[in-house]
């Protein structure tokens, strides 16, 4: 019997990271190409509850939309793909860019979605990126708060966070990592 690694209406935590520490995203225009990318492979097929780029890592929750069908592994291999593809020509390179073909962790309660949106908006911070999610241009936070179109389905997660005036203050508040740990691990 063949295993899926992805169903359709299930949440999920998405995460690669570079091979051998070396940078993955060197600056914002190999952010904004991944973020391209991402666009023409993933949004067809999920959601996209929180995103964020760091220089040698990445994390997005997805839900996989209920009409998704056929290898839901297949849009991930054509982006790490397509990315790996235009990093190493435009850095004069060969070889595999990322780490692993597709990293990924159930989530299956709205109370973890809720701290996992929470993590992922926080991550910039967290690492010493900025000083304040909302200065981070590659990550959910900003694209969450803006009432212009961005890939990040801001009325759902509104929903998990109330307001829109309390958003901000609901995605900044403590991560309770220890009720996620099992979902953070990035081995």
């Known amino acids: 019997m063949k295993t899926t690694l992805l169903e359709p209406g299930k949440y999920y935590h998405v995460y690669n990271r570079a091979k051998n520490g070396d940078p993955l995203f060197e600056d914002e225009e190999a952010c904004r190409f991944f973020l391209k990318l991402y666009q023409a492979h993933i949004c067809p097929i999920a959601e996209t509850y929180a995103y964020c780029l760091l220089s040698d890592h990445l994390h997005f929750l997805i839900r996989i939309r209920d009409e998704a069908d056929g290898s839901l592994y297949k849009p991930f291999a054509m982006l790490f793909n397509a990315y790996s593809k235009g990093y190493n020509k435009h850095n004069e390179k060969e070889g595999k860019v990322f780490k692993f073909k597709l990293k990924h962790k159930e989530i299956r309660s709205d109370e973890a979605l809720q701290e996992m949106i929470r ?7 967290k690492h010493g990126a900025t000083e304040h999610p909302a200065n981070y241009r590659f990550s959910s936070f900003r694209a969450t708060m803006t009432t212009s179109h961005t890939l990040v389905a801001k009325e759902q997660v509104q929903e998990y966070f109330g307001t829109h005036e309390n958003l901000a ?3 900044l508040a403590n991560v309770d990592e220890v009720a996620i740990k099992t979902l953070i691990l990035e081995e």
């Open 119 to 125: 993590y992922v908006n926080q991550n910039p911070w």
């Open 169 to 171: 203050t609901n995605l």
